[in-house]
Protein backbone atom coordinates (compact mmCIF):
# COMPACT_ATOMS: atom_id res chain seq x y z
CA UNK A 1 0.00 0.00 0.00
CA UNK A 2 1.63 3.08 -0.84
CA UNK A 3 0.56 6.81 -0.98
CA UNK A 4 -1.20 7.50 -4.74
CA UNK A 5 -0.82 11.20 -4.72
CA UNK A 6 0.81 14.62 -3.77
CA UNK A 7 4.10 15.75 -1.75
CA UNK A 8 4.45 12.01 0.09
CA UNK A 9 3.24 10.09 -3.62
CA UNK A 10 4.94 6.66 -3.84
CA UNK A 11 5.95 6.28 0.24
CA UNK A 12 5.07 2.72 1.10
CA UNK A 13 2.77 2.32 4.32
CA UNK A 14 3.25 -0.08 7.17
CA UNK A 15 -0.06 -2.07 7.14
CA UNK A 16 -0.52 -4.13 10.53
CA UNK A 17 0.38 -8.08 9.95
CA UNK A 18 -2.87 -9.11 11.52
CA UNK A 19 -6.67 -8.69 10.65
CA UNK A 20 -7.09 -5.47 12.42
CA UNK A 21 -7.94 -3.24 9.50
CA UNK A 22 -9.11 -3.33 5.96
CA UNK A 23 -6.66 -1.33 4.29
CA UNK A 24 -8.60 0.70 1.77
CA UNK A 25 -7.11 -0.02 -1.58
CA UNK A 26 -4.85 2.07 -3.26
CA UNK A 27 -7.70 2.61 -6.55
CA UNK A 28 -10.19 3.65 -4.14
CA UNK A 29 -8.06 5.71 -2.18
CA UNK A 30 -7.93 7.80 -5.40
CA UNK A 31 -11.24 7.54 -6.83
CA UNK A 32 -12.16 9.38 -3.03
CA UNK A 33 -9.87 12.01 -3.95
CA UNK A 34 -11.08 12.35 -7.39
CA UNK A 35 -14.65 12.42 -6.19
CA UNK A 36 -13.37 15.22 -3.32
CA UNK A 37 -11.62 17.32 -5.88
CA UNK A 38 -14.60 19.28 -7.24
CA UNK A 39 -16.02 19.64 -4.13
CA UNK A 40 -14.07 20.50 -1.67
CA UNK A 41 -12.80 24.07 -1.52
CA UNK A 42 -10.87 24.46 1.53
CA UNK A 43 -8.25 21.45 2.91
CA UNK A 44 -7.44 23.11 6.41
CA UNK A 45 -8.59 20.06 8.88
CA UNK A 46 -9.47 16.97 8.47
CA UNK A 47 -10.65 14.00 10.49
CA UNK A 48 -9.43 10.61 10.36
CA UNK A 49 -12.02 8.05 12.06
CA UNK A 50 -11.41 4.22 12.38
CA UNK A 51 -8.08 5.26 10.69
CA UNK A 52 -6.14 1.50 10.88
CA UNK A 53 -2.86 2.23 8.90
CA UNK A 54 -3.51 6.50 8.69
CA UNK A 55 -3.95 5.70 5.05
CA UNK A 56 -7.02 8.38 4.13
CA UNK A 57 -5.54 10.74 6.10
CA UNK A 58 -1.94 10.84 5.06
CA UNK A 59 -3.08 10.98 1.75
CA UNK A 60 -4.63 14.11 2.29
CA UNK A 61 -1.92 15.09 4.21
CA UNK A 62 0.24 14.53 1.22
CA UNK A 63 -1.99 16.55 -1.30
CA UNK A 64 -2.11 19.22 0.73
CA UNK A 65 -4.25 19.28 3.96
CA UNK A 66 -2.93 21.83 6.76
CA UNK A 67 -3.90 19.50 9.50
CA UNK A 68 -4.92 15.41 10.35
CA UNK A 69 -6.88 13.93 13.81
CA UNK A 70 -6.24 10.21 13.58
CA UNK A 71 -8.76 8.16 15.50
CA UNK A 72 -8.58 4.40 16.44
CA UNK A 73 -8.74 2.20 19.44
CA UNK A 74 -6.31 -0.19 18.77
CA UNK A 75 -2.77 0.67 20.27
CA UNK A 76 -0.99 -1.15 17.15
CA UNK A 77 -2.52 0.79 14.48
CA UNK A 78 -2.24 4.13 16.81
CA UNK A 79 1.50 3.10 16.86
CA UNK A 80 1.51 2.06 13.33
CA UNK A 81 -0.32 5.38 11.81
CA UNK A 82 2.54 7.07 13.91
CA UNK A 83 5.52 5.28 12.19
CA UNK A 84 3.67 6.02 8.52
CA UNK A 85 3.06 9.94 9.12
CA UNK A 86 7.02 9.78 10.20
CA UNK A 87 8.28 8.04 7.29
CA UNK A 88 5.83 9.99 4.90
CA UNK A 89 7.50 13.38 6.92
CA UNK A 90 3.88 14.57 8.02
CA UNK A 91 4.04 13.60 11.91
CA UNK A 92 4.44 17.75 12.59
CA UNK A 93 1.13 18.04 11.12
CA UNK A 94 -1.24 15.76 12.75
CA UNK A 95 -2.72 13.81 16.08
CA UNK A 96 -3.03 10.39 16.90
CA UNK A 97 -5.74 9.55 19.33
CA UNK A 98 -5.69 6.34 20.67
CA UNK A 99 -9.43 6.41 21.88
CA UNK A 100 -12.38 4.90 20.53
CA UNK A 101 -14.41 6.87 18.05
CA UNK A 102 -17.45 7.76 20.26
CA UNK A 103 -15.31 8.98 23.12
CA UNK A 104 -13.12 10.97 20.69
CA UNK A 105 -16.22 12.76 19.31
CA UNK A 106 -16.85 13.56 23.01
CA UNK A 107 -13.49 15.26 23.54
CA UNK A 108 -12.46 16.76 19.97
CA UNK A 109 -12.86 20.54 19.46
CA UNK A 110 -13.39 22.65 16.93
CA UNK A 111 -14.57 21.62 12.66
CA UNK A 112 -13.19 19.83 10.22
CA UNK A 113 -13.11 20.32 6.58
CA UNK A 114 -13.28 16.66 5.83
CA UNK A 115 -14.25 13.82 8.06
CA UNK A 116 -13.31 10.02 6.86
CA UNK A 117 -15.02 7.35 8.02
CA UNK A 118 -13.61 3.90 7.05
CA UNK A 119 -14.96 1.42 9.81
CA UNK A 120 -14.86 -2.49 9.55
CA UNK A 121 -17.14 -3.53 7.16
CA UNK A 122 -18.93 -6.02 10.20
CA UNK A 123 -20.20 -2.73 11.92
CA UNK A 124 -23.09 -1.62 11.85
CA UNK A 125 -22.91 1.78 13.87
CA UNK A 126 -22.77 4.33 10.83
CA UNK A 127 -26.18 5.41 10.83
CA UNK A 128 -26.18 6.10 14.05
CA UNK A 129 -22.51 7.55 13.87
CA UNK A 130 -23.93 10.21 11.37
CA UNK A 131 -26.76 11.29 13.97
CA UNK A 132 -24.28 11.77 16.22
CA UNK A 133 -21.40 13.62 14.01
CA UNK A 134 -24.68 15.55 12.90
CA UNK A 135 -25.23 17.21 16.17
CA UNK A 136 -22.17 17.58 17.16
CA UNK A 137 -19.55 21.07 16.27
CA UNK A 138 -17.53 19.23 14.64
CA UNK A 139 -19.21 19.39 11.29
CA UNK A 140 -19.98 23.06 9.61
CA UNK A 141 -22.11 23.37 6.55
CA UNK A 142 -19.13 23.43 4.39
CA UNK A 143 -18.30 20.03 5.33
CA UNK A 144 -18.00 16.85 3.83
CA UNK A 145 -18.43 13.33 5.44
CA UNK A 146 -16.96 11.00 3.19
CA UNK A 147 -17.75 6.95 3.92
CA UNK A 148 -16.36 3.49 2.91
CA UNK A 149 -18.19 0.92 3.31
CA UNK A 150 -19.53 -2.63 2.13
CA UNK A 151 -21.02 -2.45 -1.24
CA UNK A 152 -23.98 -4.82 0.71
CA UNK A 153 -24.70 -2.52 3.08
CA UNK A 154 -26.69 0.86 2.09
CA UNK A 155 -26.98 3.93 3.60
CA UNK A 156 -29.78 5.92 3.64
CA UNK A 157 -29.94 9.40 1.94
CA UNK A 158 -30.57 11.68 4.48
CA UNK A 159 -29.53 11.38 8.45
CA UNK A 160 -30.82 14.58 10.13
CA UNK A 161 -29.48 17.51 8.48
CA UNK A 162 -26.90 15.64 6.28
CA UNK A 163 -27.62 13.89 3.19
CA UNK A 164 -25.79 12.15 0.78
CA UNK A 165 -24.57 14.17 -2.23
CA UNK A 166 -22.67 11.43 -4.46
CA UNK A 167 -22.54 7.77 -4.07
CA UNK A 168 -19.94 5.20 -6.26
CA UNK A 169 -19.62 1.82 -6.50
CA UNK A 170 -15.88 0.13 -6.67
CA UNK A 171 -15.53 -3.87 -6.30
CA UNK A 172 -17.11 -4.99 -2.99
CA UNK A 173 -16.33 -1.07 -1.32
CA UNK A 174 -19.39 1.94 -1.65
CA UNK A 175 -17.93 5.40 -1.34
CA UNK A 176 -20.75 7.90 0.07
CA UNK A 177 -20.19 11.51 0.35
CA UNK A 178 -22.27 13.31 2.50
CA UNK A 179 -23.00 17.64 3.74
CA UNK A 180 -25.18 19.57 5.11
Not at 39 to 68: C, K, P, Y
Not at 103 to 128: C, E, H, M, R, W
Not at 141 to 163: E, F, G, K, P, W
Request: charged letters at 20%; a positive charge; aromatic letters at 6%.
Amino acid sequence: MRITGGTSRGIQLKVPTSNLVRPTTDRTREAIFSMLAARLQNWSRGLDLFAGTGALGIESLSRGMDWVDFVDQEPRCCAIIKQNLTKAGLIRRAHVYCLSVSKALSVLDGNYDVIFIDPPYKDTILGDLLIQLDGSKLVTSDSLIVISHASRSSLMYQYDTLHQIKSKKHGDTSISIYAR
